[in-house]
């Protein structure tokens, strides 16, 4: 829902969310590329979404369901440990941004492991 609203309130939503100067000025002069690369994010977390929720049995099976579930962990666990290693590509991210979004990542992998590990033997 961040990543949509960053869309729908332009310059001021991206700067609050620490995406970054260089994004938030695209966003203000009208340039696609910011809301392309949203969009993208945004599709890739409600995919991930699905899949948890497939996964919890709220939704029917995936395909894949238990390695897509495992690298979904994965990916969400190593981002939250990996910032400093990915912060030097993207110097336009506000430290408050690194803090937020990892820890967030952090947060959803744990969750997500947990569910994995309970839910292993059903998948």
């Known amino acids: 829902m961040a990543h949509l609203a960053c869309i729908a309130l332009g310059a001021p939503a991206y700067r609050l969310m620490g995406a970054g100067e260089k994004m938030a000025r695209a966003a203000e002069a009208g340039k696609l590329r910011p809301t392309l690369v949203t969009l993208a994010v945004t599709a890739i977390l409600l995919t991930w979404a699905a899949y948890a929720l497939a996964g919890a049995g709220i939704i029917g099976p995936l395909p894949f369901t238990r390695p897509a579930l495992a690298a979904i962990c994965a990916v969400y666990l190593g981002r939250a440990v990996a910032f400093p ?6 110097p336009d991210n506000s430290q408050t941004f690194w803090l937020v979004s990892s820890s967030t990542c952090l947060v959803i992998g744990v969750v ?3 569910g994995l590990i309970s839910q292993w033997p059903v998948l």
């Open 112 to 114: 997500h492991a947990f």
């Open 85 to 90: 290693l990915l912060k030097p590509a993207f």
